[in-house]
């Protein structure tokens, strides 16, 4: 018993692995929907870390807690007060400059309500929610405050700064005041939606509805805020009020929600509210307009009473996951600040295009090094300055000198020190400042979905249907519908049957399919997922294929790669290097012009690299599906396709010859010719050996002693489409086998080495990238 009893509990997800017992419980209720779970994980091992720590065989851990009253028994219960006593505040830091504030019409900005993102300023919750850390990457969203519920309105802060603007109380949501200038009227009523709930639909256009009934976007808001990557309406589609991208505004309240007019047409830089930062409500307009203010709140700026109340904003619910190595689990970072108290005078913050940052932004707890232009050879002194002229951080720079790429003589500001998220700028003595740049837990949160949205829309073979695009305007009809009778170019194989290659990527402009470059490809996203098991899993994508308990990335590379057993000629020779059309491609063309121009198009010459690209991606893709419990007629048919391709490749070396059967070097479609086959031979004896070995094949040993006994084995090297050393270490990295220890940990110190030769060379630089520009080229390297 006793007055203050904290009382904490504890509870996992299944994410990373499953716990004892969830795969039962689902076999129990088969009714329950496949995304309800992450099939295919690894079993939790119990007991798990106190610390939340996450991996493998570690849950996710998640952590409540009640401050509670336990009596003996008979015993009438306390009588508890409705608001308790606030915590004593602490001042904040005195700064020596004191910023000065612009006057803010129509009171302090909306506080945020619940789920909406909290990330860059913790402190902006309305009262009863706290600014909770969600995930691994450091995201926070405004969640109930459960274990201190406060008072129902915020008290007056307890060291109040001077009134830079009007006295007046702030306003209800309500009943906003009368702005000093009021903006030009709106012509068009404000939009009413229709009053069925039952309406509720995905759209693009910020009005319409885009989805038909049962469509998986229009199914929830978690569909189609998350995979489908668009904005839900609750209420169905909006009246009175002009789309997206659509002509006839005059001011921003002609258009849908949050729609800008621009030059008469309603316009948005984040039309999905993919950036956290844009209210789906307009509010009533103010000359000092909130949605256009910075969104990162300063680390120090005096405290503003909040209303209790704003508009809320529809927002995912979710923040994007990081995926989590399978090898090393790691501690979850938190948003604690951890920068050191303000500092210091600051120097004047004009704006020089001489002092460069990544505008990009930084990741927390990366390097952050900015560049400064300047012919001194002696340190200039940097400050890094907050939103409100804040000193944060300062030192002086090192002194670069001149770096042959750019020919600029460059200074370096290494400010990686700075950890706390929100908005900076880099201010140096005598030049003076950076743009802004962010210090942000995720710097492309929608990049690995936009990226593999890309594969969806350059499949080949098959219609490609809006619902399964971010934006459905794009939806086309198939590309080479008819790649099932490819003929081989005419002088080759003569006597083999015309090529059965539906189903591929469209490579480039050329709508040709590259069996070499292909193979790197898949191996890339295949490798990702058998390194991170929840990247891309079943769902997560929004493909005709989700939804069939598979992953998405399985899925789509599955699609993808019909076409490369396809590429082995009937008569048993070596795999055609190449498919396309004998011509270029009109740079802009319609679908209905090239598939018009299918009647010139072939199956190009052989080679040995190409014969062990079969190989290697049939192997990865059947060992990835007999990992997931997939159809064993399919696994057998990919597993037959690889193993026949190795029995033809091996023992050649023939690199592919645009003279020998193609219309001439470069004509219709790239060469890529690869004169060095021992690598190839090693990436294929790779994924040969990890296959056999998760199958169960005889011939386990003999594709381990041709991975073993090439001189590639436990190297490791830049891969792209002709080097592929690396891809197949890493894939002896990824994926169970049974090699030695003293091989494995020559595979992972090898890797390490590499990673770091990478480190090196981006330190190289003056402007720090990989470029190694003055040691590797000479000269920029071709971006492919």
Same mark, same amino acid.
């Given at each position: ?16 692995? &499953? ?39 570690? =849950? ?17 219960? #306390? ?9 004593? +505040? ?31 300023? /913790? ?13 691994? @990457?450091?995201?926070?969203?405004? !969640? ?10 915020? =008290? ?8 830079? $603007? ?28 229709? +009053? ?9 256009? !910020? ?18 805020? $998350?995979?489908?990557?668009?904005? /839900? *309406?609750? &209420?169905?589609? *909006? ?28 316009? &948005? ?41 704003? =508009? ?16 090393? #689990? ?61 000193? *944060? ?36 003595? $005598? ?34 249907? $809006? ?10 009809? @198939? ?45 890339? *996203? ?22 069939? &308990? ?68 049939? @192997? ?17 048919? !990919? /597993? ?17 010859? @645009? ?48 991975? +073993? ?29 049974? !090699? ?27 402007? =720090? ?16």
């Amino acid at each position: 018993a006793g007055e203050k009893v904290l009382l904490q509990w504890k509870y996992i997800t299944a994410n990373s692995c &499953s716990p004892p017992g969830y795969s039962d419980y689902f076999a129990a209720h088969p009714d329950l929907p496949s995304g309800y779970w992450t099939q295919g994980v690894t079993d939790c091992t119990p007991p798990y870390p106190d610390d939340g720590t996450r991996g493998t065989t570690w =849950p996710e851990a998640f952590f409540n807690c009640a401050e509670v009253s336990v009596i003996p028994g008979g015993t009438t219960a #306390p009588t508890v007060s409705l608001k308790p006593t606030p915590p004593p +505040t602490t001042a904040y830091p005195t700064v020596s400059k004191t910023p000065t504030i612009a006057p803010v019409i129509g009171g302090p900005p909306p506080c945020l309500t619940q789920w909406q993102d909290c990330t860059y300023n /913790w402190q902006s919750c309305c009262d009863g929610f706290k600014c909770t850390q969600v995930d691994a @990457a450091g995201y926070g969203r405004c !969640l109930e405050d459960t274990c201190d519920e406060g008072p129902t309105t915020t =008290p007056p802060p307890t060291n109040p700064p001077p009134p830079a $603007g009007p006295t007046t109380p702030p306003p209800s949501p309500t009943n906003p005041p009368t702005p000093t200038t009021n903006p030009p009227p709106s012509t068009t009523p404000p939009p009413t939606p229709p +009053t069925d709930p039952t309406d509720a639909c995905c759209t693009i256009n !910020l009005k319409m509805c885009h989805h038909e009934e049962g469509n998986f976007c229009r199914l929830s808001k978690e569909n189609c805020e $998350g995979p489908c990557g668009k904005l /839900w *309406l609750p &209420s169905g589609p *909006l009246n009175g009020c002009i789309a997206l991208w659509e002509q006839g505004c005059s001011t921003d309240g002609d258009c849908c929600q949050h729609g800008e007019c621009r030059q008469g047409s309603c316009e &948005s830089d984040d039309p999905w509210l993919k950036n956290g930062s844009t209210p789906t409500n307009k509010p009533t307009p103010v000359p000092t307009d909130p949605t256009k203010a910075p969104t990162l709140v300063p680390t120090v700026q005096p405290t503003t009473p909040k209303p209790t109340n704003s =508009p809320t904003a529809p927002l995912p619910t979710t923040s994007p996951t990081t995926p989590v190595p399978t090898k090393t #689990p790691t501690n979850n970072p938190t948003n604690e600040p951890t920068t050191p108290a303000p500092q210091g005078g600051g120097f004047p913050d004009v704006y020089s295009d001489k002092v460069r940052i990544n505008q990009v932004g930084y990741l927390r707890f990366a390097t952050k090094v900015g560049i400064i232009v300047d012919d001194s050879t002696s340190p200039m002194e940097w400050q890094v300055q907050d939103a409100a002229g804040s000193v *944060l951080l300062s030192g002086i720079t090192t002194v670069y000198g001149d770096d042959s790429a750019s020919l600029d003589h460059v200074h370096q500001a290494d400010f990686s020190l700075l950890t706390d998220l929100g908005a900076y700028k880099l201010v140096v003595d $005598g030049i003076g400042s950076s743009l802004e740049f962010h210090i942000a837990p995720s710097l492309y949160p929608n990049l690995p979905h936009e990226a593999m949205n890309y594969f969806y829309f350059h499949r080949m073979g098959t219609e490609i249907e $809006g619902e399964h695009l971010v934006d459905d305007r794009y939806a086309r009809a @198939a590309l080479h519908p008819h790649d099932t009778d490819v003929p081989a170019y005419p002088g080759w194989c003569p006597t083999c049957d015309d090529f059965d290659l539906l189903g591929s990527w469209a490579d480039a402009g050329d709508f040709g399919i590259y069996t070499v470059n292909h193979a790197i490809s898949a191996w890339t *996203l295949l490798n990702l997922h058998e390194m991170f098991p929840v990247a891309f899993g079943d769902g997560e994508l929004n493909l005709p294929e989700s939804g069939n &308990s598979f992953p998405d990335v399985l899925d789509e590379v599955d699609y993808g790669s019909r076409f490369v057993r396809g590429m082995l000629p009937s008569d048993g020779g070596l795999a055609s290097h190449k498919a396309h059309n004998h011509a270029w491609s009109a740079f802009t063309i319609t679908v209905e012009g090239e598939n018009a121009a299918a009647g010139a198009r072939s199956a190009m010459g052989s080679s040995t690299p190409a014969t062990y690209a079969v190989a290697r991606v049939n @192997a990865q893709l059947a060992r990835m599906w007999s990992s997931k419990g997939g159809d064993a007629a399919h696994i057998a048919t !990919l /597993w037959s396709a690889a193993k026949d391709a190795w029995n033809r490749a091996d023992g050649t070396a023939k690199s592919y010859s @645009a003279m020998e059967a193609s219309p001439g070097p470069a004509m219709g479609g790239g060469d890529y010719p690869d004169g060095n086959t021992n690598d190839d031979r090693y990436a294929a004896a790779c994924e040969m050996y990890l296959s056999a070995y998760a199958l169960g094949d005889d011939d386990v040993v003999l594709y381990k002693s041709a991975t +073993t006994s090439n001189d590639h084995f436990t190297q490791m090297s830049q891969w792209d489409w002709a080097t592929v050393t690396g891809a197949g270490t890493l894939s002896l990295y990824a994926v169970d086998n049974d !090699l030695s220890n003293p091989d494995k940990m020559w595979i992972e110190e090898n890797i390490v080495s590499f990673a770091n030769q990478i480190k090196m060379a981006i330190d190289s630089e003056g402007y =720090p990238s990989n470029l190694k520009y003055g040691s590797e080229f000479g000269q920029y390297p071709w971006g492919s």
